[in-house]
């Protein structure tokens, strides 16, 4: 089993910045893959973006594409997503995910570990 805590969420206003991490833990692997979910109220959860730990390839969804960035820390077991020019649109629960497979893939069916969630909200 992995484990997979996200933190770094909070309340900004459209324009700022937030950094969230989501630590790993229990059977990690460096040939796996993490991403990054959301979902606000009422919509389904979507892809944001995702990383392979081994090879560092990143893919985007379209919509934060230059805004946002996803980073790893293999030693630290730590993904983390850099969240700038936030807009209000950006607002959801962030959710990581994890797979024991180095593809980062946008599926959500392709991850099945999951955090908790950490609530992002930004104000216009």
């Known amino acids: 089993q992995v484990r997979l805590v996200e933190s770094g969420g909070g309340l900004v206003q459209a324009g700022d910045s937030l950094r969230l991490s989501c630590v790993a833990s229990g059977r990690t692997s460096s040939n796996s893959a993490m991403g990054w979910f959301r979902q606000a109220p009422g919509k389904e959860r979507e892809f944001v973006a995702a990383?392979?730990?081994?090879?560092?390839?990143?893919t985007y969804a379209d919509s934060v594409k230059g805004r946002f960035a996803i980073s790893k820390d293999n030693a630290k077991n730590t993904v983390y997503l850099q969240m700038n020019s936030l807009k209000p649109e950006d607002t959801a629960v962030y959710y990581c995910?994890?797979?024991?497979?180095?593809?980062?893939?946008?599926?959500?069916?392709?991850?099945?570990?999951w955090g908790q969630g950490t609530q992002v909200t930004v104000s216009s």
């Open positions: 990383i392979s730990r081994s090879a560092g390839t990143t």
């Open positions: 995910a994890a797979r024991q497979q180095p593809i980062p893939t946008t599926r959500r069916y392709d991850y099945p570990y």
